[in-house]
């Protein structure tokens, strides 16, 4: 496999001017400076001011919490947007191909009809794991992506660490791994391989473990090459400046998502023990995020009944090898409760 990060960008992005906004222009320092560069209203609010479009100072927290310089990060507007961003960097509409490996999360399917972009299929194992040889068999010259998603949604497992490590070494484009749920997981992020992969990105967010799903905040990590390419594509004002200081904020509180995400844990894992004595449920399936897919003798019947009672849960039986199957996020211990007493009064 050789990379060759000029032969995978699309190539007017290459030579793209990106929009210099004022506050890219104009670096500001301690200096207390009058700014007329903007056509901002003068009068203080707090939110009067542009955001600085380069999101330093988040970055320089998620930086030094995720081990890797600030030029190896790109922020997004949810990492929904970094995967768009993606597909604009490198997808030529109307003539280029991504891979996916349904069951997963829905949006690559919907970034690529947006985008124009033919989707190759290569479904998962009856376990859910990655079949590698059917997925490099699927490999055109026109393949610019593959998008991993582990731990996977819906299924909640992790794909197993050589099978990743095969698909990045034999394939000479992107491979996306979205870490949306890693902080679940026992298994070590992939940010860790970024030197080894100059093919790699990884996708990670704070709407899921951080808890910050309504700031819209996801996170992109590569290297300098990739980023800089993203970054030349972005909207420039794309991180408000609420959600730079709230996600700073609450960043600064680790010890309580640590202690969040260990509960969460020790939920999974009782609603787990609950769900498989619970006479319609038939498999609940292993999980290394915060929810569990769980097969059922009847998902519409189960679905309706649930949100009868007040519960809401996701019908996945429309997805590829998920037929029967609902998804259970981990609730708090007092939701989970409810919904295991519920769950043992239906019939
Ligand atoms: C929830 C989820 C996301 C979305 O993350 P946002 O940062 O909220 O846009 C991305 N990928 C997967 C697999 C998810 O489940």
Known sequence: MSFDIRKIVRPHIVNLKPYSSARDEFDPTEKEYVYLDANENPFPNGVN????????????????????????????????????????????????????????????????????ITLDEVSLSDDFQLVTKDIIKRISPQTKAIFLCSPNNPSGNSF???????????????????????????????????????????TQTLSKAYGMAGIRLG??????????????????????SLTQERAIEELSNSKKYIAQVQLLLEERKRLEVQLQSTSF??????????????????????????????????????????????????????ENKKLISILNRLS
């Open 49 to 116: 001011r542009y955001p600085d479009p380069q999101q330093r100072n988040l970055k320089k927290v998620l930086g030094h919490r995720l081990g890797v310089g600030t030029e190896q990060l790109l922020l997004g507007n949810g990492s929904d947007e970094i995967l768009d961003l993606i597909f604009r960097a490198f997808c030529t509409p109307n003539t280029d191909r991504i891979i996916t490996m349904p069951p997963t999360y829905g949006m690559y399917k919907v970034l690529a009809e947006i985008n124009c």
């Open 160 to 202: 197993r660490a050589e099978d990743i490590q095969k698909l990045l070494e034999s394939f000479s484009g992107i491979v996306v791994v979205d870490e949306a749920y890693i902080d679940f997981a026992p298994q070590e992020s992939w940010v860790s391989q970024l030197s080894t992969y100059p093919n790699l990105i990884v």
């Open 219 to 240: 996170i992109c990590v590569a290297s300098k090459d990739i980023i800089s390419i993203l970054h030349k594509i972005k909207p420039p004002y794309n991180i408000n």
């Open 281 to 334: 449920v038939d498999v609940v399936y292993p999980s290394d995020a915060n929810f569990l897919l769980v097969r059922v003798d009847d998902a519409a019947k189960r679905y309706h009944q649930l949100v009868k009672e007040g519960v809401v849960v996701r019908n996945r039986s429309n997805q590829q090898g998920c037929a029967e199957c609902l998804r259970f996020s981990v609730g708090t211990a007092e």
